[in-house]
């Protein structure tokens, strides 16, 4: 029996000896008061700095119109998009669209005039001319100003996301961790067991007595400091209980199975991870293209149809600079090698290091350096000798 196994049936046993219910309104399993929605996904560290990394990629995107031939045109779609609504910010609003499209696998933008909302609760149904028709507490909503972004899976009518396709997996490692922190809040859930020789009488008032002052004087205990003597006569003994939680074997299942919610963001964790700690640039690139990149397709697709139409040949792209998220130390690297290659002038480096620009002809002039050249025609690509050094040169008087 693999690990897997062993930690998934001693979870099993712990949460059958606990109880299951099935709760009738809303057909969600639940078990030790622990179950996922919309409210408290956010709150598994691990889900919530995946969904950070991503959405912060796309939420520092630069948005652009291109034209047929690809060339940046001004639209009224990049002023709607910097301020969408009036409670969302552009940023705010497409960490919004991001994060409800990884975790439902579909999302609703809808385009009220000169506002860009995210629609809530809709409903969609296919006609029998197989045209989509959407409604929001029964009101229908035109086709021209929503948009129905999916996380497509294999249904053409629905999206799959992290609450639907991960929830065994999240439910589990939700609970599971919500067991080990309720046990430390209470103090490891230390219990003691207070054995008599007589059999114990609520009517005997001396021996409650002395169980409620044995009681008061074990809740007095509230730090690790604190000593507390209890003298107790003939026929009286008090045991420490073993906690009924094992941590190492619940830290095994986390251990195996946080990892398995970074595969359905289309992440493997461990790579990525890997890859944080030796060579942030590769980590960000490896992010970019397995999860991003998608992602942004994907929502150019729709909001290029939701503000120009499907007769146009205006769309929207998302550019997004990747090494705004390397380190400093990277960046000049990248910056130094840019600039003695030729690919890039230094105002522009400049720029990406964070320092103004000079915008002066010498600084946005592009260089390329001497040992990429020929020793031959180092003069073809060396204007460092001005006037009279290469009148001197071409006569022949190098004593210069």
């Known amino acids: 029996m693999g690990l897997r196994d062993k930690i998934s049936n001693f979870l099993y046993k712990q949460v059958e000896k606990r ?12 078990y030790s008061g622990r179950y996922v929605n919309d409210e408290n996904i956010l709150e598994s560290s691990d889900v919530y700095e995946l969904l950070q990394d991503i959405s912060n990629q796309i939420m520092l995107a630069e948005i652009t119109v291109l034209d047929k031939n690809g060339e940046e045109v001004e639209s009224s779609a990049i002023n709607i998009l910097k301020q969408p609504n009036n409670y969302l910010t552009q940023s705010e609003f497409l960490k919004l669209l991001t994060n409800t499209y990884l975790l439902s696998g579909e999302v609703f933008p809808v385009l009220d005039g000169d506002q860009l909302h995210i629609a809530k609760n809709v409903y969609t149904e296919l006609d029998d001319r197989l045209v989509e028709h959407f409604k929001i507490n029964g009101t229908e909503i035109p086709s021209f100003m ?15 996301g992290l609450l639907d396709l991960g929830k065994n997996t999240l439910e589990g490692v939700m609970s599971a961790e919500k067991v080990l922190t309720e046990k430390y809040k209470k103090g490891g859930l230390l219990a003691f067991l207070l054995k008599l020789d007589a059999n114990i009488n609520p009517q005997n008032a001396a021996q409650s007595k002395l169980i409620n002052a044995i009681l008061n004087q074990l809740e007095d ?7 507390k003597m209890i003298p107790l006569g ?23 199975y946080k990892k398995d919610l970074g595969k359905y963001l289309n992440i493997n964790v461990d790579t990525y991870q890997a890859l944080i700690k030796s060579d942030l640039e590769k980590a960000m690139m490896y992010l970019h293209n397995k999860a991003v990149k998608p992602i942004m397709r994907n929502l150019e697709d729709h909001l290029s149809l939701l503000f120009f139409g499907k007769n146009s040949d205006k769309r929207l792209k998302f550019k997004i600079n990747i090494l705004d998220f390397v380190t400093y130390s990277t960046k000049t690297n990248i910056g130094y090698n840019i600039v003695r290659t030729g690919i890039t002038s230094p105002d522009n480096v400049a720029e990406m290091l964070g320092f103004p620009k000079q915008n002066t002809p010498e600084t946005q002039a592009i260089y390329i350096s001497n040992d990429l050249s020929k020793i031959s025609e180092k003069k073809a690509t060396d204007d ?7 009148d001197d040169i071409k006569e022949g008087n190098t004593d210069i």
């Open 146 to 160: 929503i948009r129905h972004i999916k996380n497509i899976g294999v249904n053409h009518l629905r999206g799959h």
């Open 234 to 256: 003939k026929g009286y003994e008090i045991e420490t209980m073993e906690s009924p939680i094992d941590d190492e074997k619940i830290l095994a299942y986390l251990n195996v």
């Open 384 to 390: 460092s000798l001005k006037g009279g050094e290469e």
């Open 19 to 30: 109880g299951w219910f099935e709760d009738s309104f809303s057909s969600v399993l639940r």
């Open 221 to 227: 205990i509230d730090e690790s400091r604190s000593v």
